[in-house]
Each structure stands twice: as structure tokens, then as C-alpha cells.
């Protein structure tokens, strides 16, 4: 591309990376409590106390120690009704900025902008592919729980390639080892999904390096027994049985395997076709090329063998879906499928990385003989347009902003609020007048009784509240 065309390309990049990202940041200061979860945590840990709170949830309903020790935190519980505004934007930022030292670690010895260019567009296309933007960033359980650990997953793998970089004598070398340490145990700690792709991550890895580099590798060994001692701290908690004990539907292993195998062809037929993956890989080639070039910083993380990587990924990719299908018998919920897709669209550019290395290898590619096509970023661009259109939980958005939707559910949950606060037994409100999808989850229900309006109650001190009218939930 000729240096005009160059620098079209570079800013409308980033100009998509704004369409996605603007939007969902300004959203975050519509955001409220749930009914859904966040009282209650909220009403357990100030009746029962902080401590007291983690080892009732980890008894009686869930081992996931690191998002209960995240949610029973939240704002609600300090009396900071107005911190759940800040929940989305921290969780955006935090995601973003992982993905960043990723690929800055990927990237290592290109100019800036091409990080932050390379960051931009895998954002872009991590939040097209996105199932639910409420379940990502607005609804705090499913933050805590999906969310956070996706993006210490990320982080993780950036600290554990620099680790390597650090000489061998180095003082930071076990302060890293702690520290990645760490985040094995808070990313398996705060759900199934991220810890049953942590954990075979780093098994994978670390055989690799065994039977093919020939080399025990310590630091792998520990990472892998600190997410073993994690995962057990996880399922031995009592409130797992608790929870999907009384499902009918789970255990059965063959049918699991073919669902999972059904739903992995599926989802990835979506991203290929719903996502600016394929022209986005046409136009990393030659950034790749330079990636690989003798003396490269980063080249000997893509020397692996290209089809057992590509088994890997596809193997790692299946086994975040045989979860859901063998323990409730149905396909991924969005929040899972979230972390599935993010999981997918990075480690395809690792995948695609490797291909191109073994290519090189065998002289198919030359970065001095490749040229891109003049129509390359111009498919590119069109199919980031579809892309962004087709994107259904970001026209959500789009319209709750547009059509006044978040602003409207906005100023009635404040009202809300402040007829809440109000000393009295029984409390009767009535049901938001608009649920943006984008932003809301459930609200209280039409049964006094229900679970949702006996945490409201116990979190603001009244016997019982009721609905004017029946919720359109």
C-alpha cells in the first residue's frame, strides 16, 4: 500500500475501534444494581459480614472463591450505590488493556501504534462477536464470574512470555513466578469456564515443551500444580452439589461430546462469517512475516508444529463448550460464549501465526516477494461495516443510547432508589417503565416472596416489597 493508503487504513481502524468502545463507555454510567444476584450478595455480606458471606456462598452454592471474594465487594456493600456506574467501564478498560499486553508481548520490537493498531482492530472484533454486552460488562455476576478471569487469562499468558525474557539470575524471575502464580489461582477461582481453559492451556504447554523441546520446564510445572491445588479448591467446595445436583439432564457423556462437536462447527462458521476474521488475517500476513524474521524477539513462540497447534486450538476451543452440554444438557449460555469467542478470535491469530511461520519455513512465503492486494483493506473495511451492522448486542446498544432507553431507565431506577430509602415495613414500586436490553438482566418480580425482592428488602431494611403491577420480565 502506498503511504496514503497506509495511513487511511491505520486511522479507520481506529475509528471502528471507537464505534464499539465509545459507546459502551458511555453506557456504563446508565448502569444500576441488578435484581438479579447483586443485592443479594450485597444484603448476605452486610447482614453476615465479608468473611462470613464467602464461606455461605462456597458452602451452600458455589466454589468459585475469587469472584464470591469480587462480588460480595461490590459497591453496594460499602454503601456506594452510584460505584456500579464505574463496574462496566472498569471491566471494558480491563479487558482492553489485557488484550494490549498480550499483543504488546506478541509485538515486541514493532513501533507503538502497531500494538495499539493490532489491539484496536482485535478489540473490534472481539466486541462484534460478542453475545450479550449486558452479561460482559453491565450484569456484575456474570463480570465477576466470565469477564475477569478472561482478562487475567490474557494478562497470564503476556507475564508468563516475559517471563522467559528475564535473565536467568534475575530477582524478578520468582517475583513473576509469584505474581503469574497469582493470577492462576484468582482466574480458576472465579469460574468453570476460564479454569477448565487455564488449566489445559498450561498442560498443553508444558507437554509440549516436555516431549517436543525435550526440557522439564519448572516454571510451567509450577503454574500447572498451583491451577491443579486451585481447581481442587474449587470442586471441593460443598455448594457445587448444591448447585448442580438437582440438574436431570447432565452426565451424559457421549451425547455431551456430540453436541459440544455440533455447536464448535457452528459457533465457528459465525465467527468466520459475522467477524472481519478472514480479511483482518489477509492483512496481518505481512506484519506476521516481520514477526518471524531472523533476530525477532518473539520468533521461537511460533516455531511449533502448525497442525498439532491447530489441534490445540480447536481442542481447547471444544472443551469450553463440553461443560455446559454435560452438566445442564444445553448449549453455552452468552456469558459463556463471550469468553469462547474472545478465546477464539486471539488464538486464531496465534494459530494463523504458526501457519505462516511453517510456510516461511518451507519458502512458500517471502515478506520480500509478498504483496497485499489494493483490495484487501478495502474488503476489510466493508466487512467491518457488516460486521458492526449485523452485530446485534451492538445495535442493542446503539439503540438504548439513540431511542433514550438508557436514559429513561436511568432516571426511573434513580427514582427508584429513592423511594427505597424510604423507612417503612411493606414498600409497593412500580416496574420500570423500559428494559434496555443492553443494560438490564431482571427486575424485582411480581411475587413478594420471590428471591430478587427478599434481598432488596433485607438490603434496605423493609419486611417486603412488592410490585405495582406484574413485571414484563
Not at 462496566?88 to 506478541?106: D, F, M, N
Not at 483482518?280 to 506476521?288: C, H, I, K, R
Request: hydrophobic share 55%; proline share 5%.
Amino acid at each position: 500500500m502506498n503511504p496514503i493508503s497506509q495511513t487511511v487504513a491505520r486511522w479507520g481502524g481506529f475509528v471502528f475501534f471507537a464505534a464499539v468502545f465509545v459507546p459502551l463507555l458511555v453506557l456504563s454510567f446508565f448502569n444500576h444494581p441488578s435484581a438479579a444476584d447483586d443485592y443479594c450478595f450485597a444484603d448476605t455480606a452486610v447482614r453476615e459480614g465479608f468473611w462470613q458471606a464467602q464461606k455461605f456462598y462456597y458452602d451452600f452454592w458455589t466454589g468459585r472463591y475469587f469472584s464470591n471474594f469480587l462480588v460480595h465487594g461490590n459497591p453496594l456493600v460499602w454503601g456506594w450505590y452510584d460505584g456500579f456506574r464505574l463496574i462496566p467501564a472498569l471491566a471494558l478498560i480491563g479487558l482492553l488493556a489485557s488484550v494490549y499486553a498480550l499483543i504488546g508481548e506478541l509485538l515486541r520490537g514493532h513501533k507503538p501504534i502497531t500494538i495499539w493498531l493490532a489491539t484496536a482492530l482485535a478489540f473490534f472484533t472481539m466486541m462484534v462477536a460478542q453475545q450479550s454486552t449486558v452479561e460482559a460488562f453491565f450484569w456484575t455476576a456474570a463480570v465477576a464470574s466470565y469477564t475477569v478471569p478472561t482478562a487475567l487469562t490474557f494478562y497470564l499468558v503476556a507475564i508468563m512470555i516475559r517471563w522467559y525474557r528475564l535473565p536467568a539470575s534475575s530477582l524478578l524471575r520468582p517475583l513473576t513466578f509469584v505474581w503469574a502464580s497469582f493470577l492462576v489461582f484468582a482466574s480458576v477461582g472465579s469460574g468453570e469456564t476460564n479454569l477448565i481453559l487455564l488449566v489445559l492451556l498450561l498442560l498443553a504447554i508444558a507437554g509440549y515443551r516436555l516431549l517436543f523441546n525435550r526440557k522439564f520446564d519448572l516454571f510451567l510445572v509450577g503454574l500447572v500444580l498451583v491451577s491443579m491445588a486451585s481447581s481442587w479448591l474449587l470442586f471441593r467446595a460443598p455448594g457445587n452439589a448444591v448447585r448442580m445436583g438437582g440438574n436431570p439432564h447432565s452426565g451424559d457423556f457421549v451425547a455431551s461430546f456430540v453436541g459440544s462437536i455440533g455447536w464448535l462447527g457452528k459457533s465457528l462458521g459465525t465467527l468466520l462469517l459475522t467477524t472481519p476474521l478472514l480479511p483482518l488475517s489477509l492483512l496481518f500476513v505481512p506484519l506476521a512475516l516481520r514477526i518471524l524474521r531472523t533476530g525477532s524477539p518473539v520468533q521461537h513462540l511460533f516455531q511449533g508444529s502448525a497442525w498439532l497447534i491447530s489441534l490445540a486450538y480447536v481442542g481447547l476451543l471444544a472443551a469450553m463448550i463440553f461443560p455446559s452440554y454435560y452438566g445442564i444438557g444445553l448449549p453455552p449460555a452468552f456469558r459463556t460464549m463471550n469468553v469462547f469467542f474472545d478465546v477464539a478470535i486471539l488464538g486464531w491469530f496465534f494459530t494463523l501465526t504458526v501457519w505462516i511461520n511453517s510456510l516461511a519455513r518451507a519458502g512458500r512465503l517471502h515478506l520480500e516477494r509478498f504483496r497485499l492486494p489494493v483490495w484487501a483493506p478495502i474488503l476489510a473495511g466493508i466487512w467491518m461495516v457488516g460486521s458492526l451492522l449485523f452485530s446485534r448486542p451492538i445495535r442493542l446498544v446503539y439503540n438504548d443510547l439513540a431511542r433514550g432507553h438508557a436514559l429513561t431507565y436511568n432516571r426511573e431506577m434513580n427514582a427508584r432508589r429513592a423511594q427505597l430509602l424510604q423507612p417503612t415495613d411493606t414498600l409497593r414500586v412500580a416496574p420500570i417503565s423500559v428494559y434496555p436490553p443492553s443494560l438490564f438482566v431482571e427486575d424485582l418480580n411480581a411475587n413478594p416472596d420471590h428471591l430478587w425482592n427478599r434481598c432488596q428488602a433485607g438490603y434496605y431494611k423493609h419486611k417486603k416489597i412488592e410490585l405495582a403491577v406484574s413485571s414484563r420480565q
